[in-house]
């Protein structure tokens, strides 16, 4: 028979898992906490499946609990439902999060629990695409052997693509998708307002930044950044570095400080082309 899954914190990420399990018949959802019972009967009528629990005292005993709660009420929520008495050494508890690794299900695991975290890279703001858009996600997963065991199943059932992460260094791994997710967000704005600088509209910043940006990533996907690094650093031209470095400087000295720094890092980077 398929494991049965409570979620505690059931909003776009744990409804979006619930219905594809749910689909794909690999998983009987039970209940649903969430923090107002409207918001827990519009996770259950999204999924198709599953039972409305007021608190944790109502909670019924399941195989698999996942808290996918946001991060600062994982541990917390962790420790209701130890308390709750419905964990022991058959029960697999998990989180999604992809800054915070196992080790803060502590408290289910001294109950007897397998835990884990399995976090999906992907975004779940539109729950309504990501339940046909999901096959081929990357999850990064850690935890115990266990856990482990009986969540990998479920993932790859709806089309997840495993990764092995180190628990112990699982800040580093989610700083990773901020680098290239967030902060590339926050670069290419910086370069729009120097285009501005030089009298550039918003509209035709983008554009010009467009086949740049696409064609520099395709690069580094394809062959890696050595191989994908162009410019002055990379043609050894530091004196163009030098007189950007300055104007940057004088004009936005916190940009300056941007650009030195990055400077630095991709004359590291240069050193590594063959």
């Not at 059931?10 to 998983?27: D, E, F, Y």
């Not at 439902?81 to 419905?86: D, E, K, M, R, T």
């Not at 058959?90 to 884990?116: D, I, K, M, P, W």
């Not at 690069?219 to 050595?226: R, T």
């Amino acid at each position: 028979m398929s494991p049965s899954i409570s979620i505690v914190g059931c909003g776009k990420l744990g409804r979006s898992l619930g219905r594809l399990w749910t689909q794909s018949a690999v998983a009987r959802i039970g209940d649903v906490l969430n923090r107002s019972a409207a918001s827990a009967e519009d996770a259950v009528l999204f999924m198709g499946a599953g039972r409305v629990a007021s608190s944790f005292a109502t909670l019924g005993k399941n195989d698999i609990y996942l808290i996918a709660t946001g991060d600062g009420d994982i541990t917390t929520s962790c420790a209701q439902l130890a308390a709750s008495g419905l964990i022991d050494e058959t029960t697999v508890v998990f989180h999604c999060s992809g800054a915070l690794n196992s080790g803060y299900l502590q408290t289910a695991r001294e109950c007897g629990a397998a835990v884990a975290s399995i976090h999906p890279v992907k975004s779940f703001a539109l729950p309504e695409l990501v339940i046909n858009e999901f096959a081929g996600t990357f999850c990064g997963v850690e935890g115990d052997a266990r856990a482990l065991a009986v969540l990998l199943p479920l993932f790859e059932a709806i089309g997840a693509v495993i990764v092995p992460i180190d628990g112990e260094r699982k800040v580093l791994y989610h700083s990773a998708a901020v680098m290239a997710s967030n902060y590339l967000v926050t670069l290419l704005d910086t370069a729009c307002a120097l285009y501005a600088e030089a009298g550039i509209g918003p509209a035709t910043a983008r554009a010009m930044l467009a086949p740049l940006t696409r064609g520099t990533l395709e690069n580094v996907l394809q062959a890696g950044p050595e191989a994908a690094l162009t410019g002055p650093i990379a043609r050894g031209d530091m004196e163009t570095v030098a007189r950007q470095q300055a104007a940057l400087d004088a004009s936005h000295p916190e940009i300056g400080d941007l650009y030195r720094r990055f400077a630095h890092l991709t004359a590291d980077l240069a050193r590594r082309r063959p």
